[in-house]
């Protein structure tokens, strides 16, 4: 008698429940494995989405349980997108946006080449490297914000340091064409480590025999640098872009405890304005429309990336 | 056979009175975090010996106390038993049924309206506002007032100096300009080898604080928000001349009498620079001023006291809370002799002197009150004078608009403050379309 873990699984199965599963069809056993993740996705994704969309269309406010609901067609579309404030935000999210991803790719992909040349105490560098990012956001606000301190802070008595200018002369937080930099730097510091982790994983794929026969070719090491690390760690270099972009267009905690998406609204970025409009304004119908059209950017921008990322991956 | 009858009579009493007691509850009250807070922990405790009733206490910080609280309110939560909101709440708290209405309670109880400080029954307990339809009782007179280094001030070197800057006295401001003046005068000036600056005022933008701060300046010079109360009509009022003046005067007070790095401040970071020894000069709410005054550092003989200077008019802002009984409670009898108990003069001026401001008449009213505390006075003139932000249900949604037009011209230097007013009027006239009521 054989006892693999297929007999097993069976013997244990009580005889009514086998008698009933004996008489389904493998489509049917499939969906009844499928049917609850698909009741989940459509319960906490789907259904608050097609809402959503439906809300989007009204005067709703959540906080008016007994107000009258009208339909307003696309007057809540048509206020957001033509509210110069709202294009000031999205200016300032696409900002933060390009400026993060730019420093964090640049130097994550500089720190995992360095890192991955496996000097002596690299283990020990790797591990204080990605120390930042894992702490919290509030945390990281929190203490930069002492940080960019003018009179205290250690940012202005560095950067004073190397300029000679006084300390309280500026405020990285306090001042408009500061304060959206001031953002930048604290996401880059604390978000790099993980560009840097996914670039290390992707040079650490490139097989050594490739080098080496590129040496035999004799190929030098700037050649070799662009027709093999780059191409062939592209891919992970352009999933790293593509996590820390979704990441950042929704962007809100760091910089609430940071600037409060001041001075003025300079730092407000979409995220911030859109909370501010759904949960303290309570204009549920218009903050809905503007999820949406928040959320057509964002599901627009990353299927054409996802298509460049496979073409890539491809070649 | 004495003794037995008194029982027997004792117990006939309580059979009869009991019943109109609520039965042992375990109650909620919710509260900003901040030290009148803990004075009504303390005072509380008489409360829970009497009724039998257990206290707990729901205490958020200020920053996110109105989000907490009116989101707590708007999903219908049970959290609090009793809520001691802000004065702007009281519109969305009467009409979207957050409040229990308590006429019929105040008149079954014999609490009467006419005992508190008016100021305080129209701004804490009306709505619509100054109609005899009461959602809270005046639990937390407040206003925006100024303390200062009085140990400075009254510096032989210091008061030479000044004199010799602006050939006048250097003196309790008399009014908001010669406010910035004195601020200006100490901005960067050197007092026993550190430098200090002029005031530490609000200009965060989060929550509300900027508002609170710049309508310290825009009351005094005349700044309405209808032309005629009720009717919405704005144009002329919020971008008054005045007004445009008094704006751009709390920009420069932003730009030449503050610390470095003060972009985004409020009730903490004031008292922080006050306490620090950053600051001569510092607003802040009456209530934060027992605990100043009791600082070792920088408290009692170091500090003084003085109401929001005048300009065109005397005005301060108003702070300050009501208490009222939360719609969605199942303990709102036990809520609802909660605050009879708190009603009682007795309870009011022992209120007082655990450091919350009582807005009872016995208490304001006593002989020795003004002498009891050095800003007992400066509290009553204040509370004479004190207007509010607007109080409407759509407040929330008002006041953001606020704080961004402001906080865009007064500390990220946007545009003109006559286009910060006009841009407000645009922000207040969708809101009030979007109300229907205009």
Known sequence: ?315 | MKTKTTAMIAALTASVSLPSLAAAEDLTLCWAAWDPANALVELSKEFEAESGHTMNFEFVPWPNFADRMLNELNSGGKLCDLLIGDSQWIGGGAENGHYVKLNDFFDAEGISMDDFAPATVYAYSTWPKGTPNYYALPAMGDANGWFYRKDWFERDDIKAAYKEATGEDLREPQSQKELLQIAQFFQEREIDGKTVYGAAIFTERGSEGITMGVTSALYPWGFKYENTPGSYDMEGAVNSPEAVEALEFYKEFYQTATPPGYTNSYMGESLDAFKSGQVAMAMNWFAFFPGLYADPATGGDKIDFFVNPPQNQAASTLGGQGISVVAYSDKQDAALEYIKWFSNPDVQAKWWELGGYSAHNAVLNDPGFVASQPFAGDFLEAMDAVQDFWQEPAYAELLLAMQKRIHDYVVADQGTAQEALDKLIEDWTETFEDEGKL
């Open chain 1, 1 to 315: 008698m054989s006892d693999g873990t297929m007999d097993r699984v069976a013997r244990a199965t009580p005889t009514k429940v086998a008698r009933k599963i004996r008489g389904l069809s493998d489509r049917a056993i499939a969906w009844i494995f499928v049917a609850p993740t698909i009741f989940l996705l459509l319960a906490i994704n789907i259904f608050p989405l097609i809402w959503t969309i439906q809300l989007s269309f009204t005067n709703y406010r959540a906080n008016r349980v007994g107000r009258e609901v009208k339909n307003i067609g696309l007057r809540n579309y048509e206020r957001i997108l033509t509210d110069s404030d709202i294009w000031l935000n999205m200016q300032a999210t696409a900002h933060f946006l390009f400026w993060t991803i730019f420093f964090q790719v640049l130097i994550g992909f500089t720190l995992a080449y360095l890192i991955n040349k496996n000097f002596r105490g690299s283990p020990f560098w790797t591990t204080v490297i990605v120390l930042p990012m894992m702490l919290s956001p509030a945390v990281v606000g929190n203490f930069w914000k002492f940080l960019y301190q003018p009179q205290i802070g250690l940012f202005n008595y560095i950067v004073s340091f190397f300029t000679g200018k006084d300390p309280s002369s500026f405020e990285m937080l306090g001042q408009v064409n500061l304060a959206p930099w001031s953002i930048v730097i604290v996401d880059t510091w604390m978000w790099t480590p993980f560009v840097m982790l996914i670039c290390l994983a992707g040079l650490r794929s490139i097989p050594d025999y490739i080098y080496e026969a590129a040496e035999i070719d004799r190929a030098s090491k700037l050649r070799q640098f662009f027709t093999i690390t780059i191409p062939m760690v592209l891919p992970f270099l352009m999933l790293a872009v593509l996590f820390r972009g979704i990441e950042n267009f929704k962007m809100f905690d760091l910089v609430v405890q940071l600037t409060g998406g001041g001075p003025g609204s300079t730092t407000e970025l979409t995220s911030i304005n859109l909370k501010r409009e759904a949960f303290e304004k309570w204009r549920t119908g218009y903050a809905s429309a503007y999820a949406i059209i928040l959320f057509v950017t964002v599901f627009g921008l990353a299927s054409i990336y996802v298509k460049a990322l496979n073409n890539v991956k491809e070649r």
